[in-house]
Structures are given as C-alpha cells and as structure tokens.
C-alpha cells in the first residue's frame, strides 16, 4: 500500500485509489461536485483541487484535481494551501454567479450538497451584480419536477441517466454558459430510475415531484430503516414520514443489493399508503351487505368465536411478513395453511425453493453479479420484475471495457477515458424471451422464442455444454460465450410461470460447474416475500402443500377462513373465489386496502402497512432483512403479526398465546426449522443499545413537535414509546457506530446531504462500517438440482396465439399501482403483438382487440412490438383487467369494432405558456 503525505500527515492508501477517495477514506473534507463513488470520475468541476509538491523541497506546488490524480508513494499534497483554498472557493463563486438564492423555498433546501460545499470552502459574500442566464423548466412526468436555474453544470445526471442506467431522452444541450439539461421536448421521462435524479443531483435541479406536493423540511422527517415491498430484489430504503403521512421514499445504501439507486417504482410508488382507501378500524359486515365499524377488542372477540374450537384455514401471502405468515399457520396448523400463491406460482416457487436449496451454483448478490463477464438471460425482462437487478446486469456489460482499459493501465474510477477507449464493445450478453426486452439496448444478441422453445433452448445449451452438439448457431454461440468466461451468469425465474424455463436456467448452470467454471445462477421472483412464504411451506417430506383450488374444494367442510394481506382476486380463478366465498366458511380477512376480497368477507381488520409495522422479508438472493416501522399506525390499524398473536391469546392457542414480543415470534419461527435459524441474527434485538442508547427515528434538527398538536394542546406531548425496536420514536438518541441494519438515515456534521454516506462507509464505496444487512438464509446442499421437463404440446388452431405476461414496472406490482403517479404511468391494460400479427389482424397502436380465452372475451389497448416469439401475443400482467387471462393459455384476436381511442387530454404540466426574459431553451 503506498504511502503519501496530505498537509505533513502520512496516509497509507489503497493501490489504484485516486486522491479524493484517499482523501475521504481518511476522514478528510475535500470538497467536489461532479464524483461519484458509482460512476467515476470526469474532473469537470474541478472543485476538488489541491496542490501536489514535487518532493519536500518543493514549497510551491502546483494544482491538480484530486478526483483525477492517482496515489503515488510518497506523493505530497496540501489541502490547505493558500492557493488551493482561494482556487475552491473561486470554483464556488462562479458556480453562484447565475444560481438563484432562493434555499428558503428550494426542495433541496437543507439537505443541498451545493450548500454543504459553499460552507466548507468559505464562500459567503457575492460580489457579481450583472444578470443572471435563466432557463424555462420542463415537464418530466408526474415523477421529477425540473429546475434549471439551479444548475451547476456538474453532469452529474446526463452520466447517470444515459451512462450508468442506458435512458436515451435526457442529456446536455447547447454548450458554454448555456449548457442546458434536459429533454428534446417536454415529456415523460423513460428511465424506470429516473428517480435516482433526485439524489445524484448536488442542488435542486431534479426534485421528487410527489413530496413537492406536500411539502416537509428535509430535517422534519421522521425516517426509519426498511425494506422495499415492490418486488423481490429487497432494496434497502429509508421512508420519511411527517404528521402521520409518508412523504417520501430515499434510498439506503446496502452494498451487496441495491448500493446507491432505486428504481421508480421502489421511490415513488408507496402513495398508497396515504390513500384514502386504507382501512382505519375493523369492521363486521351486518345482513344487508354493509359493514359496521367496531373497535378492535370486539373484532378479536367475534373472530375467536369464530376460531376457537372450531375447523379453520388460513391463506398467506407473499406480500406480508414471514413473522405474520408463520404465526397464521401456526395458529390454523401446518395441513390447514395455504401459501397464498396462484396454483401456477405455486408451482413455479416451488421448483425454484428446490433449486436454489439444491444446486452447485452460486446465487449471487447483485455486487456479485456486476462482475460477471458473460450473461445468459432465459424468459425474464429484468427490468420490469427484478429492476434493480437490471441496473446492474448494464454495469456488467462494461466489464469489456474494464478489461481494456486496466490493458492500458487506466484505473477503473478514470471513467470518460474507458468509455472512450472501449466505445461500444461490450461483455456478451444474450437474451432468450418471447417478447422485447428492456434490456435488449445492451444484449450482443436477442432471440425470440415461445415459453416451451425458451426451456428447450436453456437444456440444449447445457448438453452442448456437456459435449455435445446442435444445429442450432443461437445455442452453439450461447455455449461458446458461457465457456469463455471467467464468471457466467444465468438469469431466470418465474415470471412465464414455466417451471421447464427455470430447469432449463439450472441445467445451464450446472453444465457450466461440471466444467470447472463458478457458476451464478440468480432467479427472479415476483412479491417482496415469495420466496421467503415458499420456504415456509416446503416439506423436508417432499409432500405438496396445500393449494388455493383444493382448498376452494373442501371449503364446505371448514367454519372459519382467515385471509392475511391476500386479494384473492388475483390468485384464485373465478370458480374457486365462488367456492370459498359461498362455501360456508366465516371469513375474517386483514389487509391495508380495501379490495374485492375484504368485500367478501365476514369481519375485517384493518392491517398496517410496511412503514408502520415491522417483519422479515427474503428477497430472491435468499437475503432475510428486516424493515422497521417509520411511524405509529394511525386510528385502530394494527401489524398483521400483533392481529395474530391477539387472535392466537382469544383462543387461548397452546403455544403462541405465550408470545407478546416480536423478538419472540422471530425467535419462534428460527426455531421452526432449520433453514430459519439465523433469522435472529437479520437485525439486532429491541434490547440493542449504541452506547447506552436507542436510535433517534428524527433528526437532531426536528421541530414543530409541539406546533404540530397545537390545535389539540399547546405543551409538547411525551414522545410515543417503541418497546419493539431498537429505535425511538424521538431525536434523543445516537446514530452513529450502531449496525448497518439500523441505520434510519444518514447525517455528518458539514455534510447534510444523502453525500454523508461516506462517513458511513468503511471504505469509499465500500461496506457500511455497521456491515452488510440481512442474512443469506439458503445455504445449498450442492447435490444438484438438474431435473428433466417434457414441455405438454399445444396445439393451435387458425387465428390462435399463445399468451404470455408481459410485466411493468409500472401496473402490474398490487400496491404500487394504488398510488396516483404510478396509475398514471401504468395506463390501460393492453394486449402485445408483432408487426407482423397488426398487418394481418388490421390494427395499429392504439386500436383495440377482442381477445377470446374460453368464454372470457376482453377488449384490449393494442401495443406492437418489434421482437415477438412466433405464434405468441402478450398481455399486461397484473393489471385488473387481465386478471381474467391466464399464462400459456390458448386465445384468439379479433378487431375490436367498437373500440374508442381516447381522446388527448393534458392531465398536468410544468410548462409555461410565457416567458419573461431569460433564454428560449425547451
């Protein structure tokens, strides 16, 4: 490690390093802009100058950029030096000349990078009185809200967006003093992580438009550490709330997941949380179909009635806790307990639980994936079911570009030079799917197949690679590709519910470890606790759990159905629904929103949402982490894991009625099976203390806490209690040294921007000092998990197509698609097809078409797409109107004469219909 010398103080640094990162691992406050730990350096601010000496005689120095020099040993540098100090503050003052001084009213305000660094470089006094250039705003969607005038030209978000996350509609525009930042025109951002705007950003020029809405200082926010519950990735975040609202999402740095970036609907889409179709208080539905609010001692006691003594099931569900789901079916028994998953994910989950718990590869971090150097994807689009995953897999196509540039000695943090030096060579990657891709930008070669042809095409490759042949160039090349690796990657999972596409991503991988080569097999999942819930419902004895429709079948024998956090709607098909709801059974059903299954049902109770409760999740990695609750639940609402145990007490239940404490019912369920063990081990115990103290949920800088109650009282009211975390409800407290899992935001003193991470961090870049959150639970046994699969034959008649779901980021996730700006982008539910399949049927985009599945007939929002699989159409799944259409089913399509396009009507906008000076950009 070399040695150098900052300001007379020896430092060993890491080989390779630059002088800025030297500068911050060494806890140092060298100001920059333009740096980022995740996508490298440029030098375009040049606001981390400081001089570089010659050797020790050498009094005079000269200015170099610390985010552009690398360490030497025995190199000299002064931050300090007179020369250095004036030249900072001078980058400073001419970044202010044209920035408006309006921080009193800025989004960013408190929590601005740009202020942090003014402070730290002494800059104060303005002494340019000419006119400033001005800019008109954009309209960017219902997501972003655009300020240019406070831009500081750092090109911090053109690196991010079309760099780092492949967007292609923003960039920079014009050039000298005139450089202009954002769309061709105004319109809707296309980047499923735009959002990652808002932080990459140093000052207010992209704000997050929904808080914009109702607004709260940054400092006022009362933030906890969580869990995102949009997809099965399991992102780290931090929820802010303020008076009993969640204002805002922001992500919390974990190194082996999600590092520093969300996506858009891990950001933005838990408005539903305020949405004013939560249920408040428990309600028992009277004869005439209406329900009537009771309080929550009297919903327990009319359930235990109803439970006690009595022959009862219980549904689960993928989006709530593996604390909740465990508790339920430990109330109703093990026979009673149905997952809660559709028969086909079921399934589906269920080989995947068997693979990862068995097979001889790797399932990989998504760190670990970034450094993989080939990729085969079989029938998944990452982006829209495993979106941080994605981002990722765009990180991993540059490691060509690493390679030649550590060929040529550059280092990897010198990024415009190895963007340059590669310019579009890439890692292979190739893409096996029935449809487009959002990944296909990136892919070295895509090829469009049917679900059957996608597992025969995974199988192929494996016996190919195996040694031995096939006619086919695509296969041949994918074998060829995987072979000359030093990390392959195989990506597949559930999304085609077609258990012979994830065995034929297996036998993939497999082949490949027979060969010598370390193997990652990673497989995409669809809820935040799928594959938690499937480890919870698999039977070392290899017998089948209990399913939704042989449940709707024995549904008459049963008194009570308990349904937990589970629309059954978008389950159970119509038949089996019919079944359980006029089967006889009293129905008793918790949840957050209210849906058609909580219509159904005899008594509801009405369930906190994830920023006010806390449990375990297991994200598709095998990672259990935990998420904590951000504030109180408002009105009678109650954690489905506390709705249990006071069920469990009603009924006087042998073993949980001795459970009061969430750290019991963790320590219950580790105890439950072996696989679950380490799950007292996800997060600290709510006895953990930082030094003899809780972890504030507030900063040191909230106010209002008695303004907030004034209308009810004038004296600050005591702090509500937390005797379930390691947490307070208060900003009394110390967040500093305490474990990663723990953290509820991120603060420093001079640094009160998301930038304070690096005080946080190890290293730059690196693991949090508190270590990595979460326990990987899967360990495998590494005996194999190859089996074989016989595709079931279909055969299509004239004018008959087969139906494939086709995710979005946007619509087809439950809960998200609840909040308004998601809804929005979401848009109607539409039916997929080549261009090919439009000539024919004599639509374009934007007409409609009758599909015909049985006897369901469905008018459908024509979508074309460039790359379709023969004899395949797809449809938007999850969206309400599809629920009736079934994956791998047989349809027909007709042209819908009746269908009306609707109309262009403007639902908002941020342009302006006039200008007052200032320069024209758009």
Known sequence: ???????????????????????????????????????????????????????????????????????????????????????????????????????????????????????????????????????????????????????????????????????????????????????????????????????????????????????????????????????????????????????????????????????DRGRFGSGYINSDARLDYAGIKKTDGRFMAVHQQQAIDTAASWIKNKKVAGIGSPRASLEANYLLRELVGRDNFVAGFSDSEAEIMGTIVRSLKNTTASNPSIKQMEAADAILILGEDVTNTAPRVALGLRQSVRNKALELGEQMGLPPWQDAAIRNLAQDQRSPMMIISAMDTRLDDVASRCVSLAADDIASFGYAVAEVLAGGKSGDVAVNEAAEILLGAKKPLIVSGSSMLHSGIVNGAVAVAEALESQGKQAMLSLCVAESNSLGLALLVDSPLKTKPLTLSKLAKKSGKLDTLIVLENDLERRASNTDIELLVRGGPKIVSMDILENSTLNNSDLVLPAASYAESQGTLVSSEGRAQRYFPVYQPAAERLPTWQWMLQLADACEHKTLSELEHFDQVVAACAASQPLFATLVDVAPMRDYRSQGQKIPRQTHRYSGRTAMNAGVSVHEPQQ????ESPLSFSMEGLNRDEAASLIPFVWSPGWNSNQSLQKFQAEVDGPLKGGTAGVRIIQSTGAGALQSSEPAEQKLKPHQWHLVPVHQVHGSEEMSANTDEIAELAGRAFIAIGEKVAEKLGVTEGDGLVVTQGKTDISLRVKILSRVAKNCVGFSAGYSETLGLTAGSLVSLVKDQQWVRPTSQMIATDKRTGTQGGSAHV
């Open 1 to 263: 490690m070399p040695t150098i010398y900052i300001d007379g103080q020896a430092l060993e640094v890491a080989q390779g390093e630059n002088i800025l990162e030297a500068c911050l691992n060494a806890g140092m406050d060298l100001p920059y802009f333009c740096w980022h730990p995740a996508m490298g350096s440029i030098g375009s601010c040049r606001q981390c100058a400081l001089v570089q000496y010659q050797n020790e005689e050498d009094t005079r120095g000269r200015i170099v950029m610390g985010c552009m020099t690398p360490v030497t040993e025995g190199a000299r540098f002064s931050l300090n030096a007179e020369n250095a100090t004036e030249f900072r503050s001078a980058v400073v003052e001419s970044l202010m000349l044209n920035h408006p001084h309006d921080c009193p009213v800025c989004g960013e305000g408190g929590e601005c990078h740009l202020q942090d660094m003014t402070v730290m470089v002494g800059h104060r006094d303005r002494r340019y009185t000419g006119k400033k250039n001005t800019h008109r705003n954009q309209y960017l969607g219902p997501l972003i809200h655009h300020e240019m005038n406070r831009c500081i030209t750092c090109y911090r978000c053109e690196r991010y967006y079309r760099d780092y996350a492949g967007g292609k509609d923003l960039g920079a525009q014009a050039s000298h003093d005139h450089v202009y930042f954002g769309r061709h025109e105004d319109g809707v951002l296309q980047s499923e992580f735009s959002g990652n705007l808002v932080e990459v950003c140093p000052t207010g020029v992209f704000t997050d438009k929904p808080f914009l809405k109702h607004y709260s200082r940054k400092w006022d926010l009362q933030s906890a550490p969580s869990i995102c519950s949009g997809c099965a990735v399991g992102c780290n975040i931090a929820p802010g709330e303020r008076y009993g609202k969640l204002k805002r999402v922001h992500n919390r740095y974990n190194h082996e997941v999600n590092g520093y970036f969300l996506c």
């Open 720 to 723: 509500p209690e937390d005797t």
